[in-house]
């Protein structure tokens, strides 16, 4: 499952990537994970940044698991359901990124975090969905969900997910509102290896209060313990 990723770029950075108009109220993310508040860029309002929940809100989450049906849509079901094929075709968005984690298993309870970025070393983005929600209270609010694949080779050998990374000819396809199915099918695939570098970093990763940039930094290999080991 991908429930972490970072989104490190400056407001001017992202919008003269994406094109759009980002507001006051974005911040850069070191250690971005469920229940947050993050920037997704939508397929009806492409024109801006919005901030949704990552898989659901903090309220629902004292009440509900978050399972990978919320964090992560898989592209093997995703036509299966008639919410997610609702959700690819009218709630679609991209998610603005410069790295993902992921978790290589040593042991039984023993796991050492990695940080997947481009080889360019700049920002691309995920593949996401959204839905919106009323609250017992009557508010409402906006989820996003991630999409993943089957891992490349690199990112396999770390764990078997990866999220489904978009690049700006992908991006373009995926915010359009011509874009059939099969066009939006078309780009649920890995990323090949090639363009994806990746390095250990501090446990400190596993910590949902900690975001500093320190976290990005390259670290030796540990587990989420802070023991050293000798796999990478």
Request: with cysteine; proline share 7%.
């Amino acid at each position: 499952m991908i429930d972490r990723y970072s989104i490190t770029a400056s407001a001017s950075t992202l919008s003269d990537r994406f094109g759009v108009d980002v507001p006051e109220f974005y911040k850069p993310r070191y250690n971005a994970t469920t229940t947050q508040l993050l920037p997704v860029i939508t397929h009806t309002a492409p024109q801006g940044i919005s901030n949704f929940y990552w898989g659901t809100s903090p309220a629902w989450a004292k009440n509900k698991t978050l399972g990978e049906k919320i964090v992560n849509v898989r592209t093997e079901t995703i036509l299966e359901k008639a919410a997610q094929q609702k959700s690819l075709i009218k709630n679609r968005c991209i998610v603005p990124a410069d790295g993902f984690y992921a978790w290589k298993r040593l042991g039984k309870k023993s796991f050492s975090p990695f940080r997947f970025v481009s080889r360019d070393a700049g920002v691309f983005s995920f593949a996401g969905v959204w839905e919106e929600y009323d609250d017992t209270d009557g508010n409402e609010f906006h989820t996003f969900s991630i999409i993943t694949v089957q891992a490349n080779p690199l990112v396999a050998s770390v764990q078997e997910r990866m999220p489904v990374i978009l690049d700006p000819k992908g991006e373009a396809v995926w915010l359009g509102k011509d874009s059939t199915e099969a066009d939006l099918l078309g780009l649920l695939k890995p990323l090949e290896a090639e363009y994806l570098n990746h390095y250990s970093v501090s446990p400190r990763i596993s910590d949902n209060a900690a975001d500093a940039p320190s976290l990005i930094i390259p670290a030796p290999p540990a587990d989420q313990f802070g023991n050293l080991t000798l796999f990478d």
